[in-house]
């Protein structure tokens, strides 16, 4: 596009736009981004959540969303990336951000930016800053996009700072070690306020940013954690040492199971319980509304089953640790004669990794190729595969992930399986085939 949108401009041009500012889809740093901040004078009047992680701060958002507004606030919620519609990165009181006030708020940006080269996320981020700013808010939550340090959202001085988990993934950015990817997401911590962390064996880097900067650090498993309630198959219990009351312990019994399937999902519930503790003093949630978020709280594509048979498992799992989760999920599903996986990646992701973390509950790999300059030919996929240890008779090369799932759909029985996994792409493109087949009464 050689000039820019307006204000009045379709959304669909405002996102092609942003692709050609920047040579590079990632360029860490806060230099760019805080630049136009300042100059767009953009101030947030109430408290921030900022949540990183490897795995899991997609869900710890979504739950910290959903109580809080059952509690009757006002939040905003930033996440990345999205599935079908970049709407779904913005969202105001529950509802995602209509397209044109995202081109107005890419307007407010590009109107003072002058010629400052921001990445598509980067963009994106300081829109939805300015969104948030003007929506009169009681809360944000923002999910960080690439480790924390120099994350586009770590412009914000968050009031409360969240890290999930600490695995290995983008290690081109954030270097290749628990060690050294722990710093960069221990960034978004800051001196003398809360810092939550739901990861059980923390890096030593991580605690000692924690310890040099002085934030004050709430650990699972030592701060907070949670229980399956004995004889209660489902319901749980949420505890938390409360340092204002000289290391009570805060018990909260008779929670419901979350809406989110998973294993992992307490862990990540009882992180965001946490969160709630920490801001009571100044946003008050009742347990009436701690159970209506978590009866109700919905995140696409986290170990998302739909409805019908053959089962259909979609998952954005795109790293080992995120695969050993779906591997665990699907051995607590019961028996399914066959599982046939549909399968696409990114090509600098560790695909065999998270291969041999499934391998065991793969019977049948239907492999696509993933499209952008950043996804992995079939070949490659195959390659992967084989070099975890997946039998090379059971990988079938496909055309698409369209064509894998017509195939996955055309094999499986009625009480088969199929498990959509490898990215966030991957999962778009099996949810619009099926709306697709829908559509078309296939």
Known sequence: MSHSPTAASPLADWLSYLETLHPKSIA??????????????????CPVITVTGTNGKGSICAYLDTILRAAGYRAGLYTSPHLLRYNERVRIDGVEAGDAALSAAFAAVDAVRDGVA???????????????????????????????????????????????????????????TRESIGFEKAGIM??????????????????????????????????????????????????????DRGGEIVKRHGLPIPALRGAIQLR?????????????????????????????????????????????????????????????????????PETYAVFSM?????????????????????????????????????????????????????????????VALGRAGEADRIAVFGSFVTVAAALRALEQMRRSGA
Not at 123 to 142: E, P, Y
Not at 290 to 298: A, C, I, K, M, T
Not at 365 to 390: M, N
């Open 346 to 406: 990114l090509a600098d992701k560790d695909i065999a990794g998270v291969a041999a973390a499934l391998r065991q509950r793969i019977t049948c790999w239907l492999v696509a190729p993933s499209a952008g300059p950043r996804g992995a030919s079939s070949a490659h996929l195959c390659d992967a595969l084989i070099e975890a240890g997946v039998d090379e008779s059971t990988i079938v090369a496909c055309d698409d992930v369209a064509d894998a799932l017509s």
């Open 118 to 176: 921001l990445t598509y996320f980067e963009f994106g981020t300081l829109a939805a800053l300015s969104m948030f700013a003007r929506a009169k808010l009681d809360v944000i939550v923002l999910e960080v996009g690439l480790g924390g340090r120099l994350d586009a959202v770590n412009i914000v001085d968050a009031d409360i700072a969240v890290i999930s988990g600490i695995a290995i993934d983008h290690v081109d950015y954030l270097g290749g």
């Open 190 to 243: 800051r001196a003398g306020r809360p810092a939550v962390c739901a990861d059980p064996d923390p890096p030593q880097s991580l605690l000692a940013h924690a310890a040099a900067i002085g934030a004050a650090l709430v650990r699972i498993g030592a701060d907070y954690g949670y229980l399956v309630e004995r004889g209660e198959r489902n319901q749980w219990q949420f505890w938390m040492r409360n340092e």
């Open 28 to 45: 860490m740093g806060l230099d760019r981004v805080a630049l136009v901040a300042s100059r767009m004078h953009i101030a947030l009047s």
């Open 268 to 336: 990540n519930a009882a992180t965001a319980l946490a969160v709630i503790e920490l801001l009571s003093q100044r946003l008050p949630v009742a347990m009436g509304a701690v159970r209506e978020g978590l009866v109700n709280v919905d995140l696409p594509a986290r170990f998302q089953v739909v409805p019908g048979r053959p089962a259909i498992v979609l998952d954005v799992a795109h790293n080992p640790e995120a695969a050993a989760n779906l591997a665990g999920n699907l051995g607590d599903m019961g028996f399914f």
